[in-house]
């Protein structure tokens, strides 16, 4: 019988012993989704406005000469803006994601638990990439927040899972 898709991202065991631990593998793909999916080095090398010497700064010092030349639309500037903005947000919160796992892990919080918070933080963070990249409504960006505090409450349980773990 094949297994279940809570058995193969280790929410439940396949038998009577604990699933493994995936959270050095959540991880890994956390970091490449902050620091390279979600970097927007890729659109402003395409656009030809990345300057490595000061990188953060092309968008706003290159953006609207890019608009203004023809290379890229009003609305496609704003969005690779919002793109650097999850990016950065996401760089910013992987290290919380990293405390509060490698704490519940040390910590002896189950397996099963610990998957379970990286499996809720994953979805979290990948949905609020996408909202921040789409979502253009100063009214529907309610929604965005609203999956930033998801991203934020998935660490904070298993930081205090682990605290009473501890």
Same mark, same amino acid.
């Given at each position: 019988?094949?297994?279940?898709? /809570? !058995?193969?991202?280790?929410? &439940?065991? @396949?038998?009577? &012993? &604990? ?11 956390? *970091?490449?989704? @902050? #620091?390279? =999916?979600?970097? !927007? ?5 395409? /656009? ?9 700064? +092309?968008?706003?010092? #290159?953006? +609207?000469?890019? %608009? ?5 639309? &009003? ?19 992987? !290290? ?5 796992? %490698?704490?519940? !892990? ?14 809720? #933080?994953?979805?979290?963070? /990948?949905? #609020?990439?996408?909202?921040?990249? *789409?979502?253009?409504?100063?009214? /529907? ?15 904070? =349980? ?9």
């Amino acid at each position: 019988m094949a297994p279940s898709i /809570l !058995t193969i991202i280790g929410l &439940q065991a @396949a038998g009577a &012993q &604990q699933p493994p631990n995936y959270a050095p593998a959540f991880t890994i793909a956390n *970091w490449f989704f @902050a #620091y390279c =999916t979600l970097s !927007t080095r890729f659109s402003k090398i395409s /656009l030809g406005i990345d300057h490595n010497t000061s990188p953060r700064e +092309d968008l706003s010092k #290159y953006g +609207d000469a890019a %608009v203004r030349a023809g290379k890229l639309s &009003q609305r496609r500037l704003e969005q690779i803006r919002r793109m650097q903005s999850a990016h950065e947000n996401s760089v910013e919160g992987f !290290t919380l994601f990293v405390a509060a796992v %490698v704490f519940a !892990t040390y910590g002896g919080v189950p397996n099963a638990t610990v998957n379970g918070i990286c499996v809720w #933080y994953t979805l979290s963070r /990948l949905a #609020y990439g996408a909202a921040y990249i *789409w979502i253009e409504s100063r009214r /529907l960006s309610m929604v965005r927040s609203a999956i930033w505090w998801s991203c934020n409450a998935s660490c904070i =349980t298993g930081l205090v899972l682990a605290g009473r773990a501890l």
